[in-house]
């Protein structure tokens, strides 16, 4: 309850109380209310003075935090500076950085274009090399095929020497051979119906005397002619002169074409002609090994003289050339084709062909 409460329930109470009494007690209540007035008052002071105190020390506080938030500020501040410093710095170093990657970069390419030439390079050295090195291999080569080829045609070259000069040798022995029997046989040719070729080939030209149509059995008049041509013949290649010079002696036989009503340069005529020229040119070797010339030449004879049959694989024409020789009208001869002959092969002709085969093969 306050003082002004219980002064109401005073007066209520008491009307009857005097002014004195009144004045006393209005004292006494103005007392109270100084007294409670002053107890507020020291209240509120001590109130005020202590929300003083705590307002200095939050003003101390607040000077405090605001000293603090200005160092702290100025710190930030400083330490923004610092850091935007920094930041320019950083900035510049990674710009700084970026131009040194991009010239890196552009370093790099180049050196990589470099390092790409000097590969290049270093191949199209090896390559070089390489190719000099062939080179230099195929020169030696070369050389030494040159100073084979030098040694080669010098070998050739005495090789044609020696062929030039056995084919003087055998053509001298061939011009000497063929006088030698053109001097034995000339006045007996024309009687004989015979000829001595170039080649030493002496042809027996007239049929009817040699053989009857298609036999093979000699008949007389050749026999005779035979008896009087081959000992003659005979001592000529023998002699010392020719002797070493022969290499083989044949009798050939030959004939035409035809065979009875078989056509001409059909395989049957061919082959029967065949049989027929092979028997002929064995029976005419069976009857010159017979005479005593032969006989007293047998060994010799034993190795070079030879028997062999052509058929119509030598046809001549009206001229006695053989219708492969380029003057030849191209006319089988009927008569001439069915012939004998006698040949000689020079001992020179087998070297100069030996000689050339040999050239060729090198």
Do not use: C
Not at 155 to 182: F, G, P, T
Not at 205 to 233: C, H, M, Q, S, W
Not at 350 to 362: F, G, P
């Amino acid at each position: 309850m306050t003082a002004l409460n219980y002064e109401n329930e005073v007066v209520a109470e008491e009307q009857w109380i005097s002014v004195s009494d009144l004045m006393s007690a209005l004292m006494m209540i103005f007392l109270l209310l100084s007294l409670f007035y002053m107890i507020q008052l020291d209240e509120d002071r001590n109130k005020v003075a202590i929300d003083y105190e705590k307002l200095l020390i939050k003003s101390k506080n607040l000077e405090e935090n605001e000293a603090n938030a200005q160092r702290l500020l100025a710190e930030k501040a400083k330490l923004l500076s610092v850091t935007k410093n920094t930041i320019d710095e950083l900035v510049l170093a990674n710009k700084i950085k970026d131009e040194q990657i991009e010239q890196s970069k552009i370093e790099s390419i180049d050196y990589e274009t470099l390092l790409s030439k000097t590969k290049s390079l270093e191949e199209k050295q090896a390559n070089a090399e390489r190719l000099l090195a062939e080179k230099s291999m195929l020169l030696a080569e070369t050389t030494s095929n040159m100073k084979e080829l030098v040694l080669a045609n010098k070998l050739k070259d005495q090789q044609i020497n020696e062929v030039v000069s056995e084919a003087v040798i055998y053509e001298d022995v061939i011009k000497e051979l063929h006088q030698s029997l053109l001097g034995e046989f000339n006045a007996d040719l024309k009687k004989w119906n015979a000829e001595l070729r170039d080649d030493l080939t002496f042809r027996f030209n007239e049929p009817a005397v040699l053989f009857d149509t298609g036999d093979t059995t000699i008949k007389p008049k050749f026999k005779r002619i035979l008896n009087d041509f081959f000992p003659r013949y005979l001592n000529v290649i023998t002699s010392e002169k020719f002797k070493k010079d022969i290499a083989e002696v044949r009798i050939e036989g030959h004939t035409s074409s035809v065979w009875g009503d078989l056509p001409r340069d059909s395989q049957e005529a061919y082959f029967y002609n065949m049989n027929l020229s092979q028997e002929r040119s064995r029976e005419t070797l069976f009857y010159v090994m017979t005479l005593p010339e032969s006989k007293r030449n047998y060994e010799w004879l034993k190795d070079r003289l030879i028997a062999n049959g052509l058929s119509s694989s030598k046809l001549v024409d009206r001229n006695g050339l053989l219708l492969s020789d380029e003057n030849s009208d191209g006319v089988e001869d009927q008569f001439k084709s069915q012939r004998v002959e006698f040949r000689v092969r020079i001992d020179a002709e087998s070297k100069i062909t030996k000689m050339l085969d040999s050239a060729e093969s090198r």
